[in-house]
């Protein structure tokens, strides 16, 4: 599968874990991380690892920690700066549909956002700064974030490295199997949206 115009394969063939880890910690709790590929890069890593090309165990343990590290990160932001940042115009990297996105999904599944957003595309990166300008308390925030990420890293990698080690040549399989995963991930927003739109007729 291509990432604009570049194999994922290649790319993580070629940035390895420390790069996996840094692409995990951006997309979790920056907000001009919100384009970057967490569900299949992940999914795609752990398929290279069932080929031997990337550590099982280091790869698990450095995703969930950058994935934690990097929604604390997005909180503390949030906390600080939000104000600033969501009254901010479009821009290149910030869009206020975003934002509004993640806003209505927080609201429709509370604290529990946290934990679902790690599995949304877009609103991955704007949960856990929501959080902070919400004043969630950070005791709650933790044990979220952590749960979710640890969810979210295992469910992701050992699913490509359970199909790398039963599927033979995998590799043609892997634009399908990523589509699919991508449809999963939007799932959440399109029922919440069908839901708002009945409860609003």
Request: net charge positive; with cysteine; glycine share 10%.
């Amino acid at each position: 599968m291509d990432y604009f115009g570049v194999s994922i394969v290649d790319l993580l063939r070629t940035i390895g874990l420390v790069g996996i880890w840094g692409i995990v910690f951006v997309e979790s709790g920056l907000l001009v991380g919100f384009f970057l590929p967490g569900d299949s890069l992940l999914f795609v890593a752990g398929l290279l690892a069932s080929q031997g090309y990337l550590n099982l165990p280091a790869l698990i343990i450095g995703s969930i920690l950058a994935a934690i590290l990097g929604d604390n990160v997005g909180y503390q932001l949030g906390r600080k700066f939000g104000p600033r940042i969501f009254n901010r115009p479009d821009s290149f990297f910030f869009h206020q549909n975003h934002r509004q996105r993640a806003e209505r999904f927080y609201a429709a599944h509370g604290p529990i956002t946290v934990v679902l957003a790690r599995f949304v595309p877009f609103i991955r990166a704007f949960a856990p700064i929501l959080a902070g300008v919400g004043q969630m308390p950070y005791r709650r925030f933790f044990c979220y974030n952590v749960l979710g990420g640890v969810l979210w890293v295992l469910s992701m990698t050992l699913l490509g490295y359970f199909l790398g080690t039963v599927i033979a040549d995998i590799d043609r399989y892997i634009l399908p199997i990523v589509g699919l995963i991508i449809v999963l991930s939007v799932l959440p927003i399109l029922v919440t949206f069908l839901k708002r739109s009945r409860s609003t007729d």
